[in-house]
T-cell receptor, first 116, second 114 residues
Framework: AQTVTQSQPEMSVQEAETVTLSCTYD???????LFWYKQPPSRQMILVIR??????QNATENRFSVNFQKAAKSFSLKISDSQLGDTAMYFC?????????????FGTGTRLTIIP | DAGVTQSPTHLIKTRGQHVTLRCSPI?????VSWYQQVLGQGPQFIFQ???????GRGNFPDRFSARQFPNYSSELNVNALLLGDSALYLC?????????????FGDGTRLSIL
């Protein structure tokens, strides 16, 4: 079974600054995906960024980038030039690679507050 | 195009009752997954359905059941409700139900048990 751990329950940062959210995971699988999801107060879970474990290059999406360390089973999210709209719960999630499998295993989340 | 839609938005039930939650996937999406999110925790996987067949089941009691219809919409049923079933229930859809397809989530149904 897979587990995902987010050790920072809450974080806050000034607008325009950079913030890094931490995530570690445990699995015996060699092929998998890792995700960061954002959940604002509106409740909808929004995909922020995705990383394929077989790719060594870290994924980036505009202001969002990840630091994927496969050997250490670490997957952190960096948000650059943070904006007020980034205020939300952020969840790290794991998915095993395979057809017919879509089970996401989530961490407990980090509540991020961007301060004006 | 409309996103994943869930109904109702909010529901209040009492212990022992039965509840049905509904989900309409994005047009063309054939896979639907259900998650339970208890307050202060991450979502927990309940079921995945693809082409009307169950593809995955999480660690939930038999009081939880689901089905998918020919139009790919889905229902989640919970019998004999307990206080611990109070949660946000999220539905997600994807095109083919494979791990390389992104999942799109709905806004969820907030279920409160009194």
């Amino acid at each position: 079974a897979q587990t995902v751990t987010q050790s920072q329950p809450e974080m806050s940062v000034q607008e325009a600054e950079t913030v890094t959210l931490s995530c570690t995971y445990d699995t015996s699988e060699s092929n998998y995906y890792l995700f960061w999801y954002k959940q604002p107060p509106s409740r909808q879970m929004i995909l922020v960024i995705r990383q394929e474990a077989y790719k060594q290059q870290n994924a980036t999406e505009n202001r969002f980038s990840v630091n994927f360390q496969k050997a250490a089973k670490s997957f952190s999210l960096k948000i650059s030039d943070s904006q007020l709209g980034d205020t939300a719960m952020y969840f790290c999630a794991f998915m095993k690679l395979g057809f017919g499998n879509e089970k996401l295993t989530f961490g407990t989340g980090t509540r991020l507050t961007i301060i004006p | 195009d409309a996103g994943v839609t869930q109904s109702p938005t909010h529901l209040i039930k009492t212990r022992g009752q039965h509840v049905t939650l509904r989900c309409s996937p994005i047009s063309g999406h054939k896979s639907v997954s259900w998650y339970q999110q208890v307050l202060g925790q991450g979502p927990q996987f309940i079921f995945q359905y693809y082409e009307k067949e169950e593809r995955g089941r999480g660690n939930f009691p038999d009081r939880f059941s689901a089905r998918q219809f020919p139009n790919y919409s889905s229902e989640l049923n919970v019998n004999a409700l307990l206080l611990g079933d109070s949660a946000l229930y999220l539905c997600a859809s994807s095109l083919l139900g494979t791990s390389n397809q992104p999942q799109h989530f709905g806004d969820g149904t907030r279920l409160s048990i009194l």
